[in-house]
T-cell receptor
């Protein structure tokens, strides 16, 4: 059974700082996704990572994938308040099923 | 496109009542997914459809839950009878080719269900 674990689950940081969220998964997969969720809102797709060594960047967020280590990271550079949200990684199991991590609640303080 | 549309946004019902959640996927998307989100269990896939046909319902918690997709533009998730432990946010999502290759699922706004 595929298990997906994120850490940390809660993260409070100051604006301007850098930090990394980790996503570990237990079995081989060919796709990993990062989503953002604002309080009371839906999930917004951020990145799709398909291959070992894949790196994608959008603004202050950068995601990477190491399929050998079964690890993905979401790196935040020079955080700003607007990035406060809950971030989920999700790993594909089989053709269609996504298994989500617990989510990381990120709070960025001025 | 308006995105995935779910209704109602909020539902409060009494234990034992029937609850029906509705979803309109993005036009042209072949796959539709129903997820449930709770604090305790996080996000769980309940069931998904391909071209209106249920493909995997292994995530449906028990027989009280049922889902249908009578046509490409409409799906329902029904709970009967509802129980307090069914309280959660239910998300519908759709995808143009399933979650394969470079595609991702687009989520609706969710229905917050409270069973009292």
């Amino acid at each position: 059974e595929l298990k997906v674990e994120q850490n940390p689950l809660f993260l409070s940081m100051q604006e301007g700082k850098n930090y990394t969220i980790y996503c570990n998964y237990s079995t081989t997969s060919d796709r990993l996704y990062w989503y953002r969720q604002d309080p009371g809102k839906s999930l917004e797709s951020l990145f799709v990572l398909l291959s070992n060594g894949a790196v994608k960047q959008e603004g202050r967020l950068m995601a990477s994938l190491d399929t050998k280590a079964r690890l993905s990271t979401l790196h935040i550079t020079a955080a700003v308040h607007d990035l406060s949200a809950t971030y989920f990684c999700a790993v594909a199991q089989g053709a269609q099923k996504l298994v989500f991590g617990q989510g990381t609640r990120l709070t960025i303080n001025p | 496109d308006a995105g995935v549309i779910q209704s109602p946004r909020h539902e409060v019902t009494e234990m034992g009542q029937e609850v029906t959640l509705r979803c309109k996927p993005i036009s042209g998307h072949d796959y539709l997914f129903w997820y449930r989100q709770t604090m305790m269990r996080g996000l769980e896939l309940l069931i998904y459809f391909n071209n209106n046909v249920p493909i995997d319902d292994s995530g449906m918690p028990e027989d009280r839950f049922s889902a249908k997709m009578p046509n490409a533009s409409f799906s329902t998730l029904k709970i009967q009878p509802s129980e307090p432990r069914d309280s959660a946010v239910y998300f519908c999502a759709s995808s143009p080719q399933g979650q394969t290759m470079n595609t991702e699922a687009f989520f609706g706004q969710g229905t917050r269900l409270t069973v009292v």
